[in-house]
């Protein structure tokens, strides 16, 4: 099984400023990866994903995420924030070990950027 | 383009009584999903299903019953619910089971008094 840590639970950002919210998940094995974002009363809506190739993952609105396979990492990054990126971001992970079969996807517990004017 | 729905968006219920969240997706995707989602547990699965008529047991679905009649919808029921059931429920889909891209409902927020 999978275990994903959120490194910082609440992140506080002025606005235009660089943000990275990281990841790090516990197996080394073969593994998909995301990014989901949730606005104030809403539903998850995916970011980003890695799934092959190229290690660093364009999104939408601006975000990109880099998969360290040595550092089981994949940080989320964005150069310049601003106010309406005020969400919740959720890490998570699927691991792939289980031959052509998609394994289980483990969520982090979320990182809460508030971004400041 | 309604995607996935839920009905209802909040419920207020009493400890012992019965109810059941509805989901509903236009997608034709196989697999569908319940979470929970609490402050500090992020989000929890409760039951999946891979089709119709096929479900399993996620993380923490004691308490929780689910069926899949039809592939678009996917009803979760509390049989008898408890005050530690108070959360907010979320329903996805997906393609290819559930280390797929999800896709996911904007959720029931259900408080048990």
């Known amino acids: 099984a999978q275990s994903v840590t959120q490194l910082d639970s609440q992140v506080p950002v002025f606005e235009e400023a660089p943000v990275e919210l990281r990841c790090n998940y516990s197996?080394?094995?073969?593994?998909?990866l995301f990014w989901y974002v949730q606005y104030p009363n809403q539903g998850l809506q995916l970011l980003l994903k890695y799934l092959s190739g190229s290690t660093l993952v364009k999104g939408i609105n601006g975000f990109e995420a880099e998969f360290n396979k040595s550092q089981t990492s994949f940080h989320l990054r964005k150069p310049s924030v601003h106010i309406s990126d005020t969400a919740e971001y959720f890490c998570a992970v699927s691991d792939r070990n289980r031959g052509s079969t998609l394994g289980r996807l483990y969520f982090g517990r979320g990182t809460q950027l508030t971004v400041w004017p | 383009d309604a995607g996935i729905t839920q009905s209802p968006r909040y419920k207020i219920t009493e400890t012992g009584r019965q109810v059941t969240l509805m989901c509903h997706q236009t997608w034709s995707h196989s697999y569908m999903f319940w979470y929970r989602q609490d402050l500090g547990h992020g989000l929890r699965l409760i039951y999946y299903?891979?089709?119709?008529?096929?479900?399993d047991k996620g993380e923490v679905p004691d308490g929780y019953v689910v069926s899949r009649s039809k592939t678009e919808n996917f009803p979760l029921t509390l049989e008898s619910a408890t005050r530690s059931q108070t959360s907010v429920y979320f329903c996805?889909?997906?393609?290819?089971?559930?280390?797929?891209?999800?896709?996911f409902g904007p959720g029931t927020r259900l408080t048990v008094t």
């Open positions: 299903s891979a089709a119709a008529d096929i479900t």
């Open positions: 996805a889909s997906s393609v290819l089971g559930q280390g797929d891209e999800q896709y």
């Open positions: 197996s080394s094995v073969s593994v998909y």
